[in-house]
Each structure stands twice: as C-alpha cells, then as structure tokens.
C-alpha cells in the first residue's frame, strides 16, 4: 500500500515563498517519477511540475516555470516543491502524486497518469 503524506502548505502574501514536502511510504519509491499538481476551487486538477525517479529530469508547468522547483531526497522518500514569487492565482489545494509506470521514459504531465495520491495540502496567496 503506498500513502503519501504532503505537508508545508499555508496562508502567505503575493511575492511570498512556501516549501510543500511529501513523504511517501514504500521501498520502491525510488523507482517512479513523481509530480506535483493542484486543483483550485471549481477548477480541474491541473499539473504543476513532476521530477523523474533518478531526478535527473524535471518538468514544469509554464505557470510555475522559473518560480517553482521540484526536488526529491530518495534515502527519505520524499519530495518538495520550493514555491517562491507566489501569486493569487496559486491559490490551490496542492497534491504529490506518484508515477503510474515505473521508471517511465518520459516525465508524466497528465493527472491520468498519477496512480497515487497525497491528501493535499492547502496554499492560499492573498494579494
């Protein structure tokens, strides 16, 4: 059974910075990409970045590019987003999600192709 368990998100002002972490259980964690996404209220769940399972590949949204880094610490199945420069329209509740496919070739960029999910963890960026 895999869980992952976010933490780290919070209120903060526009231009603010936030560290999401995600833990996840399982020892094969170190095999699958993982990916960061978010759903805002009346919004569908949109994908924000995803790192692959050696973190030699990252990949971002063009929202979150230059201001948002994906990282992973395998020796403690984790991984973080660094948000830096908020902005109100990154108010969401954000997920950590694991790779559908092991050790995929491409990175996923689609919710479909996360099998697992964290409860989420909520971001509010008030202007």
């Known amino acids: 059974q895999v869980q992952l368990v976010e933490s780290g998100g919070g209120l903060v002002q526009a231009g603010g910075s936030l560290t999401l972490s995600c833990v996840g259980s399982?020892?094969?964690?170190?095999?699958?990409?993982m990916g960061w996404l978010r759903q805002a209220p009346g919004k569908e769940r949109e994908f924000v970045a995803a790192?692959?399972?050696?973190?030699?590949?990252?990949y971002y949204a063009d929202s979150a590019k230059g201001r948002f880094t994906i990282s992973r610490d395998n020796a403690q199945n984790t991984v973080s987003l660094q948000m830096n420069s908020l902005k109100p329209e990154d108010t969401a509740v954000y997920y950590c999600?694991?790779?559908?496919?092991?050790?995929?070739?491409?990175?996923?960029?689609?919710?479909?192709?996360?099998?697992?999910w964290g409860q989420g963890t909520q971001v509010t960026v008030s202007s």
């Open positions: 999600a694991r790779d559908r496919n092991q050790q995929r070739a491409e990175l996923p960029t689609s919710r479909l192709q996360y099998s697992y």
């Open positions: 399982g020892r094969s964690f170190s095999l699958y990409a």
């Open positions: 790192i692959s399972w050696s973190s030699f590949s990252t």
